[in-house]
């Protein structure tokens, strides 16, 4: 396998075929009977009593060793594969889903998600964390036990290089946080608004790209998820992703999670280097959850261009309606 560069839109793309040796999914390797827990990351509580368990991703797509290997083909660049990629057990329990879980159970998974994104970018090779779960088979999860992904990569993914820009240019014009901005707007016009706990918000956004489409965000300003702002509760997330997550298991069978974070600021080479004047200032971290919806739905992207048939304060409303339980 090899990463290279689309020359148009500068999107790294991992190509050829996986070259690790199949791992069975039957009995399935999450289940504590089955897992190798001699290259455990990370336990939490700890290793006798653990809720949530962190393990080399058995079929990385990215490989722990060596250098990026940054080379041209012609006008073409390439790398290595060179990364982390990571698999965060979230419960011992096969049949658990994150809806189903306590406050507590979810307030773990967090940390861990934190514990992770702050020891690898403590690896200057790295430029990105991504953090990511697909629940559902429709979302493509590879497992049915619930867990989370973890990579870190030699390049930050297209999506975050374009939110990275937006805000800064934001930023530069205006001298505020176009995240912060965003909240403060629709909490004012409260018909995107879903619910709040703490310092933490829930909403749709107003460009949702998919029905039901569901942003949280801290409400101070903070630009990493993994370094807590002093009016921040990771307890209050966990109770506010709970509700949120209960209230869509009403209305989708499956959704995508990722963590939008900074990027790594140890990292000083490339194009990126110029962003960290102000990133501390012009980023603002968040989580995207995009819900898989029915077909019927009317839900689908033409090429790259995403139609979304209902609208977001349609779904705020439906979503505000539903009882999040506890
Ligand atoms: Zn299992
Ligand atoms: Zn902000
Ligand atoms: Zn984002």
């Known amino acids: 396998m090899e990463l290279r560069k689309d020359p148009i839109t500068k999107s790294w793309v991992v190509v050829g075929p996986s070259d690790q040796a199949r791992v069975p999914d039957d009995p399935c390797p999450l289940c504590p009977t089955n897992l190798t827990r001699s290259n455990a990351l990370l336990y939490f509580p700890d290793a006798q009593k653990w809720q949530v368990c962190v393990i080399p991703h058995p079929r990385p797509l990215y490989h722990i060793e060596g250098e990026s290997g940054r080379s041209a083909i012609g006008i073409y660049d390439r790398m290595d594969p ?6 965060v057990i979230e419960t011992q329990d096969h ?3 994150m809806s189903d879980m306590s406050d507590d159970e979810i307030h773990a998974i967090l940390d861990a998600y934190a514990v992770r994104i702050a020891d690898l970018k403590r690896d200057p090779r790295f430029k990105y964390v991504t953090v990511f779960k697909n629940r559902g088979q429709l979302a493509g999860a590879e497992w049915t036990h619930s867990h989370s992904q973890v990579t870190a990569t030699t390049f930050v993914p297209r999506r975050i290089l374009y939110e990275l820009r937006a805000a800064r240019e934001w930023f530069r014009d205006k001298e505020r946080c176009v995240f912060c901005d965003i909240l403060r707007q629709e909490e004012k016009q409260k018909v995107r608004m879903i619910d709040t706990v703490g310092d933490y918000a829930a909403y749709c956004p107003y460009a949702s790209r998919v029905p039901f489409e569901v942003w949280i965000q801290p409400r101070t300003h903070n630009h990493q998820f993994e370094t807590l702002v002093s009016s921040e509760n990771r ?7 709970g509700r949120t997550l209960r209230r869509l298991a009403q209305v989708c069978e499956g959704y995508h999670m990722v963590v939008h974070t900074s990027p790594n600021t140890l990292q000083t080479k ?7 004047k102000t990133i501390a200032g012009d980023y603002h971290w968040h989580l995207e959850i995009l819900p898989i919806v029915e077909s019927r739905s009317k839900s689908y992207s033409i090429k790259e261009v995403y139609f979304n048939g209902r609208l977001p304060e349609d779904a705020a409303d439906r979503l505000r309606k539903i009882d999040p339980g506890s």
Do not use: D, K
């Open 270 to 276: 490339g194009e990126l280097s110029e962003y960290w």
């Open 82 to 87: 060179v990364g982390a990629h990571e698999i």
């Open 95 to 97: 049949n658990r889903t």
């Open 235 to 241: 307890r209050n997330l966990a109770t506010l992703l």
